[in-house]
Protein backbone atom coordinates (compact mmCIF):
# COMPACT_ATOMS: atom_id res chain seq x y z
CA UNK A 1 0.00 0.00 0.00
CA UNK A 2 1.43 3.47 -1.35
CA UNK A 3 0.69 6.83 1.01
CA UNK A 4 1.04 10.16 -0.56
CA UNK A 5 1.32 13.17 1.07
CA UNK A 6 0.46 16.45 -0.77
CA UNK A 7 2.14 19.67 0.29
CA UNK A 8 3.43 23.07 -0.89
CA UNK A 9 0.08 24.38 -2.19
CA UNK A 10 -1.23 28.10 -0.96
CA UNK A 11 -2.06 31.36 -2.19
CA UNK A 12 -0.66 33.28 -4.61
CA UNK A 13 -1.32 36.21 -6.97
CA UNK A 14 -1.62 35.92 -10.89
CA UNK A 15 1.57 35.58 -12.97
CA UNK A 16 3.24 33.97 -10.07
CA UNK A 17 4.87 30.52 -9.26
CA UNK A 18 4.57 27.64 -6.45
CA UNK A 19 6.09 24.25 -6.01
CA UNK A 20 4.10 21.34 -4.79
CA UNK A 21 5.73 18.50 -3.71
CA UNK A 22 4.52 14.39 -2.77
CA UNK A 23 6.00 12.58 -0.81
CA UNK A 24 5.44 8.49 -1.28
CA UNK A 25 5.68 5.86 1.28
CA UNK A 26 5.26 2.13 1.71
CA UNK A 27 5.77 0.85 -1.51
CA UNK A 28 8.96 1.09 -3.34
CA UNK A 29 8.51 4.20 -5.01
CA UNK A 30 11.07 3.94 -8.04
CA UNK A 31 8.17 1.15 -9.42
CA UNK A 32 5.68 3.75 -10.02
CA UNK A 33 4.59 6.47 -12.69
CA UNK A 34 3.29 9.54 -10.81
CA UNK A 35 0.81 11.96 -11.93
CA UNK A 36 -0.45 15.30 -10.85
CA UNK A 37 -4.31 15.86 -11.11
CA UNK A 38 -6.21 18.85 -9.93
CA UNK A 39 -10.05 19.16 -9.34
CA UNK A 40 -11.69 23.24 -9.18
CA UNK A 41 -15.34 23.25 -7.40
CA UNK A 42 -18.15 22.15 -9.53
CA UNK A 43 -15.91 20.25 -12.19
CA UNK A 44 -14.05 16.87 -12.59
CA UNK A 45 -10.80 16.13 -11.61
CA UNK A 46 -8.02 16.26 -14.42
CA UNK A 47 -4.98 15.61 -15.76
CA UNK A 48 -2.34 18.30 -15.26
CA UNK A 49 0.74 16.01 -15.20
CA UNK A 50 2.88 12.44 -15.34
CA UNK A 51 6.16 11.44 -15.39
CA UNK A 52 8.07 7.82 -16.03
CA UNK A 53 9.29 5.77 -13.16
CA UNK A 54 12.58 6.40 -14.38
CA UNK A 55 11.41 10.22 -14.97
CA UNK A 56 12.54 9.71 -18.85
CA UNK A 57 9.36 10.27 -19.75
CA UNK A 58 6.80 13.30 -18.86
CA UNK A 59 3.64 14.44 -20.05
CA UNK A 60 1.41 17.38 -19.97
CA UNK A 61 -2.32 18.68 -20.28
CA UNK A 62 -2.41 21.57 -22.88
CA UNK A 63 -3.51 23.77 -20.24
CA UNK A 64 -0.20 23.72 -18.42
CA UNK A 65 2.07 22.92 -20.87
CA UNK A 66 5.26 25.29 -20.86
CA UNK A 67 4.25 26.88 -17.65
CA UNK A 68 4.04 23.56 -15.20
CA UNK A 69 6.87 21.36 -14.45
CA UNK A 70 6.93 17.50 -13.35
CA UNK A 71 9.81 15.79 -11.87
CA UNK A 72 11.44 13.24 -9.31
CA UNK A 73 13.87 12.27 -7.13
CA UNK A 74 13.60 8.44 -6.40
CA UNK A 75 16.50 8.97 -3.64
CA UNK A 76 13.86 11.01 -1.87
CA UNK A 77 10.51 9.60 -2.66
CA UNK A 78 9.01 12.45 -4.00
CA UNK A 79 7.73 14.07 -7.03
CA UNK A 80 7.34 17.46 -8.11
CA UNK A 81 5.04 19.69 -9.52
CA UNK A 82 7.01 23.20 -10.42
CA UNK A 83 3.78 25.92 -11.47
CA UNK A 84 5.11 29.62 -13.03
CA UNK A 85 3.39 32.02 -14.73
CA UNK A 86 -0.11 31.24 -12.76
CA UNK A 87 -3.54 32.08 -13.92
CA UNK A 88 -6.58 32.14 -11.59
CA UNK A 89 -8.34 29.42 -13.67
CA UNK A 90 -5.39 27.29 -12.20
CA UNK A 91 -7.21 27.49 -8.88
CA UNK A 92 -8.01 23.77 -8.00
CA UNK A 93 -7.24 21.12 -5.43
CA UNK A 94 -3.89 19.54 -6.57
CA UNK A 95 -3.77 15.59 -6.15
CA UNK A 96 -0.77 13.37 -7.03
CA UNK A 97 -1.40 9.67 -7.55
CA UNK A 98 0.92 7.24 -8.16
CA UNK A 99 0.17 3.67 -10.51
CA UNK A 100 2.62 0.93 -12.33
CA UNK A 101 1.88 2.53 -16.06
CA UNK A 102 2.22 5.79 -17.30
CA UNK A 103 -0.42 7.26 -18.35
CA UNK A 104 -2.96 10.29 -18.09
CA UNK A 105 -6.21 8.82 -17.18
CA UNK A 106 -7.22 9.10 -13.75
CA UNK A 107 -9.50 6.05 -13.66
CA UNK A 108 -5.83 4.02 -14.32
CA UNK A 109 -4.56 5.56 -11.17
CA UNK A 110 -3.81 3.13 -8.41
CA UNK A 111 -2.75 5.42 -5.35
CA UNK A 112 -3.88 8.70 -4.52
CA UNK A 113 -3.18 11.43 -1.67
CA UNK A 114 -5.54 13.60 0.00
CA UNK A 115 -4.77 16.95 -2.50
CA UNK A 116 -3.44 20.48 -1.54
CA UNK A 117 -5.40 23.57 -2.24
CA UNK A 118 -3.75 26.05 -4.92
CA UNK A 119 -5.64 29.52 -5.15
CA UNK A 120 -4.71 31.78 -7.62
CA UNK A 121 -5.98 35.35 -7.11
CA UNK A 122 -6.08 37.77 -10.45
Known amino acids: QVQLVESGGGLVQAGGSLTLSCVASGGTFSNYAMGWFRQAPGKEREFVAA????????DYADSVKDRFTISRDNGKNTVYLHMNSLKPEDTAVYYCAADALFGKNRDEYEYWGQGTQVTVSS
Open 51 to 58: VSYSGMRT
